[in-house]
């Protein structure tokens, strides 16, 4: 030890020793910048030039003295400054302020700057200052102030000391957005207290600007006040509701509805409730409404009072005035509209009533009331014949038709005539275009148009005349003659009769509303009569015969080509079948009245009006050579198609000197709805099973497709198998069922337990296999057919 302190004395005295020795020789200044150079040359020294070259230091002082600026400037130096103080090149001074920042992680290069921990700890405290001060602070205003960038203060210095020196939290809607704890108190307290003191609705931008209260803060705090009352939504025109507001809205609707059972649009608007159905079904979920334009009414109302009392005038077959049993305050328009809805759910059948002017009737007592019209209507026919007006429009009437029918053959031949002159003058050309010219030919093809004609009564033909008669003279065919239809009873004549028996009722106004009701019913049933009696009389016999012939003809023709287009809705198997059978039953009916017809014109004797195939073939060789071949390819036509039998029935009628009525296919649906009708009361009256079940299969056939068949019993299995699609499975089931049992009753011996057994289920079913057929609809069958 005391070795080692003597060595130390020594070289301390050497290096005294040293220092006080002069120098022996001395370096000029260029020498001293030769051997730098070389120095540099051999990369033995690195050195670092000032921007006027005139000195040099090394990278290490150079990073010592940067270290030094940034500590001289508190903890944040700009690069630019720090170069142009130490007068070195930028590029080098960022080189080693990067150098700086990688190696100590407490010194952060940002946008050109060098920034320590002190200065962000300084800025925290600042930044925990001015948040203490206001409340509420973003990162942008920060930026703006420190200029610095948001994601360094965010994350370097705001959310790093979030908690240690910042005394406050982030937004967690908005991380961006710091406030203090006391901030979000003093909010609740202003937000809590503003809508304590609200008692109406009030706009939300209102609130806020009174409170001067963030609309953010406001939304994120409203649900940890729990308000007494609830805000509509978050957007710029919200409202704020108090419950008290509410609950008095509430009470007022509950208290209406419980006295009047129905509540007015209006009046609930004027509450400050916008849309008023959604209350309603919002405010009583367990209640069901109708709804009109008006008003709402209650399911009970309406089903206790308005069906109940609808139901007792079916059955005592009277009137019911409606202003009676609905609320005093409903308009006619709402009680029109309370009867059409209740129809629209078939609460009751529409057809037993009529809604005039809130006065329902049932169709029985109205029936009553018109009842001596019906003699009236006798009464005018009778004189109508006696006088000689109806066989006048008669005349009239066949006159006109004949005229049509003569114009049309007319404007048939012009365009044969324009057909035929178009083709001289093709034909004509063909030796044009000089010696390279080409032959032209042109073909004719002839098309074999169906001529076939609603079946109609005699007011139907009135209709037909006029329509054409007008649409002749719209169109331009002023020489299409038209009959005025004949009204033999009139509008005022229903009035007198009808009217004493609605003065004692006090509903002497609705007169001529129900007389305009029945007035075209009543026409029709005194066209009939006159008719009736026309035909009466013998010296029109002869000329009836072939107008009823005509008529019957025409309605035929009318009938089978509905049922063509039933019938093309099967198999081709099965739709050969039909119209096998069609042709056999229709067919033959138009083959008899046409030969038996003809028969009377040739003055030939025929017993029997029954006739069968050989018979007609016999009937019509013996008749004159006008009808002969027409019958007999008719009779040929009978085993075709369809169309072939339709154009031989033309051959025959035109022979006749009988007129083919146009079709009219704006009447089908008509005439659909009757037949429909007529099968529907057919299956009313309707007591044997195998006929029930064809009967309700031709109805559901109708109803589904839109279209009338006839078959016979033997195609009801087919039928049914092609209406399963539209049925549900518990009504297929039915049908099979019923189907099954049928075929066993006509399988087994009437006395038998196992047919005893069946006619007993059957009788069960029959009521339900009844009701499907009646009462079946399809959605997109309308309310007229």
């Not at 100590?104 to 405290?125: F, K, M, R």
């Amino acid at each position: 030890m005391g070795s080692d302190w003597d060595e130390i004395k020594r070289l301390a005295a050497d290096f005294q020793k040293a220092q006080l020795t002069s120098t022996l020789q001395k370096l000029s200044e260029r020498n001293c910048v030769e051997i730098v150079t070389l120095l540099l040359e051999k990369q033995l020294l690195e050195v670092v030039f000032t921007n006027d070259g005139k000195e040099y230091i090394t990278p290490d002082h150079l990073e010592r003295e940067i270290q030094d600026e940034l500590y001289a400037n508190g903890g944040r130096a700009n690069l630019v400054e720090v170069s142009r103080t130490l007068n070195v090149d930028l590029s080098r001074i960022v080189a080693l302020a990067e150098r700086i920042a990688a190696e100590n992680p407490l010194v952060h290069l940002v946008l050109g700057q060098l920034i320590d921990e002190d200065y962000i700890s300084h800025i925290a405290q600042e930044i925990n200052e001015k948040l203490a001060l206001r409340g509420e602070i973003s990162i942008s205003d920060l930026a703006s102030q420190f200029d610095l960038p948001s994601e360094f203060l965010q994350q370097d210095v705001v959310e790093k000391h979030l908690g240690k020196i910042i005394k406050g939290r982030q937004d967690a809607t908005n991380p961006r957005v710091f406030f203090t704890q006391a901030y979000i108190q003093r909010c609740k307290a202003k937000i809590r207290g503003a809508l304590a003191a609200i008692t109406r609705p009030t706009n939300v931008a209102v609130i806020l600007q009174q409170i001067n209260v963030q609309e953010k803060i406001f939304h994120s705090l409203l649900d940890e006040i729990s308000p007494a009352g609830q805000v509509t939504s978050k957007l710029a025109n919200a409202q704020y509701v108090p419950h008290i507001y509410a609950k008095t809205q509430a009470d007022w609707v509950n208290s209406f509805y419980k006295q009047n059972s129905f509540l007015e649009y209006d009046a609930i608007n004027k509450l400050g409730i916008s849309d008023a159905k959604s209350y309603i079904r919002k405010q009583f979920p367990n209640e069901e409404f109708l709804f009109l334009k008006r008003v709402a009414l209650g399911a009970r109302l309406v089903e206790l009072t308005v069906v109940t009392a609808l139901n007792e005038c079916s059955a005592t077959k009277q009137y019911l005035d409606l202003t009676t049993i609905l609320p005093s305050n409903l308009s006619e328009e709402d009680i029109e509209e309370v009867f059409s809805a209740i129809m629209a759910q078939k609460h009751s059948n529409p057809s037993n009533f009529v809604y005039l002017d809130s006065i329902v009737f049932s169709q029985p007592y109205l029936t009553e009331l018109v009842q001596p019209c019906h003699a009236l209507a006798e009464a005018q026919a009778k004189a109508a014949i006696d006088s000689g007006v109806y066989q006048q429009f008669i005349v009239e009437k066949t006159l006109a038709q004949k005229g049509n029918a003569s114009f049309q053959d007319q404007d048939d031949d012009g365009k044969l005539d324009k057909r035929d002159e178009r083709r001289k003058k093709a034909s004509s050309g063909k030796a044009g275009g000089g010696a390279q010219g080409r032959e032209t030919k042109t073909k004719s093809t002839k098309k074999h148009q169906r001529r076939s004609a609603a079946a109609q009564n005699d007011s139907d033909v009135e209709d037909d005349v006029q329509h054409q008669g007008s649409r002749g003279a719209g169109g331009g065919g002023g020489n299409k003659k038209t009959v005025k239809p004949l009204d033999l009873v009139k509008t005022a004549d229903i009035e007198k009769l009808i009217n004493a028996s609605l003065q004692e009722e006090g509903l002497e106004h609705l007169a001529p509303s129900i007389a305009a009701l029945y007035l075209n019913q009543l026409n029709q049933a005194a066209l009939a009569k006159a008719q009736e009696l026309y035909e009466a009389t013998p010296q029109t016999n002869r000329r009836q015969t072939h107008a009823a012939i005509q008529d019957r003809i025409n309605t035929l023709l009318i009938d089978i080509r509905l049922y063509e287009k039933g019938l093309k809705l099967f198999s081709h198997d099965t739709q050969t079948q039909l119209v096998k059978y069609l042709l056999k039953s229709l067919g033959n009916d138009i083959c008899n009245e046409l030969s038996l017809y003809v028969a009377s014109e040739c003055n030939l004797t025929v017993k029997n009006t029954s006739l069968n195939v050989d018979q007609r073939i016999k009937l019509a060789q013996e008749c004159d050579a006008e009808y002969r071949s027409a019958l007999l390819e008719q009779n040929k036509a009978l085993n075709k198609s369809i169309d072939d039998f339709e154009l031989a029935t033309e051959s025959v009628l035109k022979a006749c000197s009988m007129i083919i009525k146009k079709v009219d296919k704006k009447k089908d649906r008509l005439l659909i709805a009757d037949h429909k009708n007529k099968l529907q009361q057919q299956l009313l009256d309707c007591q044997e099973p195998a006929l029930l079940l064809h009967l309700a299969a031709l109805i559901l056939f109708t109803t589904i497709s839109g279209c009338i068949l006839h078959a016979s019993g033997k195609f009801v299995s087919a039928i049914l198998q092609h209406i399963r699609g539209s049925l549900s499975d518990p009504q297929n089931d039915m049908l099979l069922r019923y189907h099954d049992l049928v075929l066993q009753v006509l399988q087994t011996a009437p006395e038998s337990d196992d047919s005893k057994m069946a006619h007993e289920q059957l009788q069960i079913m029959q009521s339900k296999v009844v009701e499907l057929a009646q009462n079946y609809t399809r959605a997109s069958v309308s309310k007229a057919d």
